[in-house]
């Protein structure tokens, strides 16, 4: 896909955008008036956060979707409507899936600050994400694409227990200090609880809101911060450490957490066997695999994947999708052969996710048994 060709040729690009979005977010902050004690502490605690490492340094879908929410907000609060109008109309480009929640953002900012944009933005993004979902995403609808992912409680909310979108433990106990903090100013947050408590629920069935929540959450954490240190203690030796016990906290998490993307997919195992296919195969030969794989074999790989998690860019993507479903599930030879051959496809990549669950739930399920098979 044109996305994986970007990163083949500017692999250092998610943390140019990483530190474009800080310095985005940090504007931002200061549009809201936030002193600049405070906006430096919370954006110091954002680059820390799991959420946002896992964002600007792993290869994904997401962090050109970040950078033009982030720019989109930073032109609302500087009164240019038309830009954050445009922004929001591309955004479907580099991540459909996250959309939504985008126009949400644009619109909770909106209620706030002005009631007359409100009205604009209100009319026009619905009837964009309408066109958008009717007449793009509907034709090429599948199912799986937006399935929901509900999972357990601790699993989804807290990357120490697994979550790639997690939060670090000791980021929201920080954040309760914050919300703490900003509670005696309750009515001046109330779009900030309620964004918070609607991305919540929603995160839990659908994880990659964590991406946005993480703003939210790292704004309480660094307000968390800003209140031990402003606080008048009656030992300094106390705040001291204290201080220290917090840096030192925000550092482990980010740096145990940095070590854990070593062990997260791609595996050196998963980027060695598409290495493999790099080696062997011709240039226009096409790979099967499931379509969340399709990123990865495009990146690693140089060949083109049958389906990947642009879906709504690929050619024919109905009858892209039903095929790899037919040939992911036939136990006859030569109907397999003939879609194999239909597509060009050299090469199938499999990985245990597939095995166990995303694709089959049987080890002689569909195309699995048919592999057993010497021809």
């Known amino acids: 896909s044109a996305c994986a060709s970007l990163f083949q040729s500017l692999p250092f690009l998610p943390m140019i955008f990483g530190m474009l979005s800080v310095f985005l977010f940090y504007k ?12 430096v502490i919370i954006s110091l605690v954002l680059v820390s956060s799991p959420i946002f490492i896992y964002t600007f340094t792993v290869f994904n879908l997401y962090f050109l979707s970040i ?159 800003y209140l031990l240190i402003s606080m008048k203690w009656n030992l300094e030796v106390i705040k001291t450490g204290t201080i220290i016990l917090v840096v030192c906290g925000l550092l482990f998490s980010g740096l145990s957490y940095f070590n854990r993307l ?34 990865w074999i495009e990146y690693f790989s140089e060949r083109p994947a049958m389906l990947d998690e642009y879906v709504y860019y690929a050619p024919n993507i109905l009858n892209r999708y039903n095929d790899s479903t037919s040939i992911f599930y036939s136990r006859k030879l030569n109907f397999t052969e003939t879609l194999l051959d239909k597509y060009n496809i050299k090469y199938i990549w499999i990985d245990d996710k597939m095995k166990s669950g995303l694709v089959w739930e049987k080890e002689e399920q569909g195309l699995l048994f048919l592999l057993q098979n010497k021809e």
């Open 28 to 39: 931002i902050l200061e549009k809201f008036n936030v002193s600049k004690d405070r906006t």
């Open 67 to 225: 950078f033009v929410i982030l720019l989109s907000l930073y032109f609302l609060m500087t009164e240019n409507i038309i830009f954050p109008i445009i922004c929001a109309v591309l955004l479907p480009f580099f991540n459909l899936a996250l959309f939504p929640f985008a126009l949400f953002l644009l619109c909770m900012y909106y209620w706030k600050h002005e009631k007359k944009g409100f009205i604009v933005l209100g009319i026009t993004l619905p009837i964009v994400s309408l066109i958008y979902y009717v007449v793009v995403f509907y034709p090429l609808f599948l199912p799986q694409v937006l399935s929901l992912e509900k999972q357990a409680f601790l699993t989804f909310l807290v990357s120490d227990f697994g979550s790639e979108f997690g939060f670090s433990a000791f980021l929201l106990v920080l954040a309760l200090i914050g919300f703490y903090y900003t509670w005696k100013d309750k009515k001046e947050y109330l779009q900030l609880y309620l964004s918070i408590l609607i991305f919540l629920i929603v995160s839990y069935f659908f994880p990659k809101t964590n991406l946005f929540l993480n703003f939210f959450v790292v704004y309480l954490a660094g307000s968390g911060i």
């Open 262 to 295: 070593k062990s997260m997919e791609p595996t050196k195992e998963q980027i060695k066997s598409l290495n493999i296919i790099k080696t062997d195969s011709g240039e226009n030969e096409l790979v099967l695999s499931h379509y969340k794989n399709g990123f």
